[in-house]
């Protein structure tokens, strides 16, 4: 699911992107060469996509038999001969693709939206004095609005190709925790307006998924707005029983007892 997130309440710094090639995967595929939007075929548009989720290079049987599944070794082959020099003629000079002996990938001088959203994502979720010396720094720094802009959209969503859909899942996770990652780190910057919707953000994206309905109750409480908190805890209660047949867990029912009164809620047993 695609959602719009945006931040109305903190600017944080630009994210600079300053690639003479720009490749957009995130929500629609586009490309951009020279700040001028490119129309490929369909063909093309899956080569590229195909490359950029291998970016060390891929042999290029591999590429051949994966987007042309359906048809035989050397007419695959030949279609990817084909299509390299379709997008030759739509790129011009400008070199999209480096071709080895053996393998394809794309030239350093693509930029990719995907990529950029994964390391920010990966900064973003880096735990204070992880792995490496410079963990801290990296967590303590701005969230560019750049950034929060891809976080917000899914890998290629309309596309239907069997190999997209790995990658997609595994780019849908990594941004479901960079959004609530993201709320946290706002929530405690006293930014709440913000936080909001970063949480609300992961929501859209996972109306399932407990742990961001968490992070919004948490800004109601965090607000003071005990009566949002409850509305929205049985939003999702109601939700959760619905879909799932499940009640929301111990987790939830803690966080939000000081607001209860009572005893846990632990609502109707399911029939």
Do not use: K
Not at 14 to 24: A, I
Not at 50 to 59: C, Q, S, T, Y
Not at 222 to 238: D, P, Q
């Amino acid at each position: 699911m695609t959602t719009s997130f945006t931040l109305t309440s903190w600017q944080p710094h630009p994210d600079p992107v300053d690639r003479e090639v720009w490749l957009t995967l995130l929500g629609r595929f586009h490309l951009e060469i020279r700040s001028r939007r490119v129309v490929l075929s369909p063909s093309v548009q899956r080569l590229l996509a195909f490359l950029a989720l291998h970016r060390e290079g891929v042999a290029r049987p591999v590429v051949a038999e994966t987007l042309w599944p359906d048809l035989a070794v050397r007419r695959a082959g030949a279609s990817l001969r084909s299509t390299l020099w379709r997008l030759s003629r739509c790129s011009g000079p400008c070199e999209l693709v480096r071709p080895g002996d053996a393998t394809l990938s794309l030239a350093p001088r693509v930029g990719v939206d995907l990529h950029l959203a994964e390391r920010s994502a990966a900064r973003l979720t880096a735990p204070p004095g992880g792995g490496d010396a410079g963990g801290d720094a990296r967590a303590a720094g701005p969230v560019p609005r750049y950034t929060l802009d891809c976080l917000g959209e899914d890998l290629l969503p309309d596309w239907t190709e069997d190999w997209l859909l790995i990658a997609r899942e595994h780019f849908r996770q990594t941004r479901l925790h960079a959004l609530e990652a993201v709320c946290r780190r706002l929530l405690r910057a006293g930014l709440r307006t913000a936080a909001m919707e970063a949480a609300m953000a992961a929501v859209e994206a996972e109306p399932l998924r407990e742990s961001a309905h968490r992070h919004v109750v948490r800004v109601h409480l965090a607000e003071g707005n005990a009566a949002e908190a409850l509305r929205h805890y049985e939003f999702f209660r109601l939700l959760l029983r619905r879909e799932l047949g499940l009640a929301p867990s111990a987790e939830f029912r803690r966080l939000m007892a000081p607001c209860l009164g009572r005893p846990l809620d632990r609502g109707p047993a399911v029939p």
